[in-house]
């Protein structure tokens, strides 16, 4: 992990607090990307610690219906990877707290792999997920990624085995994904049971942060995961008010992150 990465020290800063981090996830250019950045500095004031941006993309198989229909969505604003780029880089003049983009393989296979990583640098992004690219196969874009200076961050579920724990845990910079579930993502009542195993395998081979996403929408699934691991990313729960007020969804959007930070 970097330690210039602006990742790395707010996760630096919230251990030293001894506070839960808060990733929040929404896609970029739903509804559009003049809300998206309002949304992102409301994200801020609310108190969330990164934003995590999808990047629209033809076929989101990691994503649950709330996220595909933003993805629709955000598609049909024609959002592309480099005006999501530019937003990054305007939110730069008034903001600088961290965002990672979350994204599939093709589009930066075709773009680019080193230009990407040197864009995305460029305009202000701290880290990719590259939500289909296993950290056995990642080298070529890691070694774009690190020589850029942008964080990749790599997902492990419950079906993940002890080599590729070993393989994302020695090479992700920024933090570690743990899906709480196999499947997409979606917002559920409860936290899965074995949960705690998977992460107690995960911080047995590393240092880093780990943060739990999928399902995650309540405070009290915050708090419980503040207990075991560094951070809790919430994506359907925010995405799902944004798709019922649309360009309206900014101030629900902040009151909805402020209580799920309060945790």
Known sequence: MSESSRISKRFAELRERGETGLVIYIMA???DLETTRA?????????????ELGVPFTDPLADGPSIQAANERARAEDVTLDKILALVSDIRTVSQIPILLMTYYNPIFRAGQERVARLAREAGVDGLLITDLPPE???????AADAAGVDTI???????NQERIDIAAANATGFVY???RTGVTGVQSELPTDLRGLLDR???RTDSPIAVGFGVSKPEHVKQIGEWCDAAVVGSAVVNVIAGEGRAAVAPVG???RGLKGA
């Open 202 to 204: 995960i911080r047995a």
């Open 178 to 180: 743990c899906v709480s």
């Open 154 to 160: 790599f997902l492990l579920a419950p079906t993940s």
């Open 39 to 51: 949304l992102i500095l409301e994200l801020e004031r609310a108190g969330a610690d990164i934003i």
């Open 137 to 143: 196969e990642a080298g070529e874009w890691k070694s």
């Open 255 to 257: 009151e909805l992150v």
């Open 29 to 31: 250019g739903d509804p």
